[in-house]
């Protein structure tokens, strides 16, 4: 069966290539050279941040296990980190709008570095520290890098269309080809050279380092809201009446959860999937063709944000689909299939079956990335950007903290056919938000909050 990861790996590789150079002029825009160079140097910082995020990943449960800790005080240090995201998210996001998204993207890189120096000590408070830091510094990742992106973009006058391009190749780039080099330099870190867990730690601090200094050099500031009048809690109350006031932003932030949910589910769920009997399986090979479909997906998000049809409402509908029809597979198969009662060995028949439709569901999350991206740029009002966003995050961490702590309370098929139901709903949210998509865009929220003061002119 090993010849089957090869297969699916080179088929998949193929894909990508084709993909990639058979690209024509309507799978292009045509852009300014000023345009280029403003996302050029963005795709260098969003890679680098990436590159600190990935070589962690694969390295932090291996850390903790070469520590002494079980898999109690693990789980506690990861269900730590996912509530602090949840707790700190919000606040680190309005003072991402209020403050600066600049300064809140160095302050990612100063936190996450601070969470990787952490990472030497043995002590548990130590390391439990480190993951409040690594999750609030994974909130900013997932916001004040997009906030400044859209503000800049449409600070410079570039055409909103462009900006699609620029999120595409940031996923292409960031959460594909990174994350495969990252566990390739990883793996040679901590294998080969025998520099032991913490390595790879050490050098996505340095990444992280270097990405600080590029945008302490080259980036400007840009803000959502600055006017000195408002504190947190008016931000907050602010973000709430843009969630309660536009339908449309509360279907975003809905199939947002459902799919980033279900997301995170799917990578806790994956390993014991393929390998319910201790079944031998190559996981960095694994995650690394899983990359590779990511990669698939967002080279084909990329010719359809291209062009003018199909819209992305109207696309998206179909992943949600697929997706959720891609994690059924485990359920099917266990039927279907007779399960093998020997321990250990190469993995099954089924197991097989199953890695195909995980490839599919990661060609899906390629998709999803730069698609949900767009419409976030089209929905949410620029003034509580970071705000909205890390809101929007706040019931995926709930849920995900959910399933860490009784992820051994269910079988694995009810946990796939609960992702693949989220997902589903998704999609119906989708033709929801399809439907009222052409109404028109909702008042600034500032004007809607009855205790705001109006801005100046």
């Known amino acids: ?20 150079l058979s690209k024509n002029s309507k799978d292009r825009i045509n852009t300014s050279p000023a345009f280029n160079s403003f996302k050029n140097n963005y795709l260098v910082v969003y ?41 700190f998210g919000t606040i680190v996001g309005s003072l991402a709008d209020k403050q600066g998204r600049k300064r809140a993207c160095i302050t990612y890189c100063i936190t996450y570095i601070l969470s990787c120096i952490t990472k030497h000590s043995p002590e548990y408070r130590i390391l439990m520290i480190g993951r409040v830091l690594g999750g609030i510094a994974t909130s900013l990742l997932f916001s004040a890098f997009e906030s400044w992106l859209v503000a800049e973009h449409n600070k410079r006058g570039f055409e909103q269309q462009w900006l699609s391009l620029t999120f595409s190749k940031a996923i292409f780039l960031g959460n594909g080809l990174i994350a495969i080099l990252s566990g390739l ?21 340095c990444f992280l380092a270097i990405g600080m200094a590029i945008i302490f050099s080259s980036w400007t500031e ?71 479909a990511s990669m698939l997906g967002s080279s084909l998000a990329s010719r359809l ?65 730069p698609s949900i991206m767009k419409m976030r ?13 890390n809101f929007f995050r706040v019931p995926l961490n709930i849920f995900v903290c959910i399933v860490l702590y009784n992820v051994d309370a269910f079988p694995i098929t009810i946990m796939f056919g609960m992702c693949s139901i989220f997902l589903f709903v998704a ?9 009222i998509s052409d109404k028109p865009k909702m008042e600034s929220w500032t004007a809607m909050d009855p205790e705001a003061e109006p801005l100046n002119d």
């Open 1 to 20: 069966m090993e010849l089957f990861y090869f297969m699916v790996f080179g088929a998949l590789s193929a894909l990508v290539a084709a993909l990639e």
């Open 47 to 87: 890679s680098l941040m990436m590159a600190g995020d990935w070589l962690q990943g694969p390295y932090v449960y291996y850390l903790y296990s070469t520590y002494g800790f079980g898999k109690g005080d693990i789980g506690q240090l990861f269900i730590a980190g996912f509530g602090s995201s949840m707790l």
């Open 185 to 205: 330099f990883g793996n040679l870190l901590v294998d080969s050279l025998s520099l032991g867990p913490v390595a790879p730690f050490d050098a996505a601090a």
């Open 222 to 292: 840009n803000f959502g809201d600055p006017s000195e009048n408002k504190d947190l809690l008016t931000q907050f109350r602010g973000a709430a009446i843009a969630i309660a006031s536009d339908e449309k932003i509360a279907l975003l932030g809905a199939i947002q959860s459902l799919f980033e949910g279900s997301m995170y589910t799917f990578v806790f769920l994956w390993t014991p999937a393929l390998s319910p009997n201790d079944e031998e399986i190559p996981h960095g090979f694994i995650f690394a063709t899983f990359m590779l």
């Open 305 to 369: 944000m291209a062009r003018s049809a199909p819209r992305v409402e109207s696309y998206m509908q179909i992943v949600f689909v697929i997706s959720s029809a891609s994690l059924l597979l485990p359920i099917v198969t266990n039927f279907l299939v007779a399960p093998s009662k020997v321990k250990g060995g190469s993995i099954s028949f089924a197991g097989c079956l199953q890695l195909l439709g995980f490839c599919t569901f990661e060609a899906c999350v390629g998709i999803f990335w």
């Open 377 to 389: 740029s089209q929905y949410i009002p620029e003034e509580a950007r970071s705000t909205i966003m």
């Open 427 to 435: 999609s119906i949210l989708q033709r929801r938000l399809m439907a």
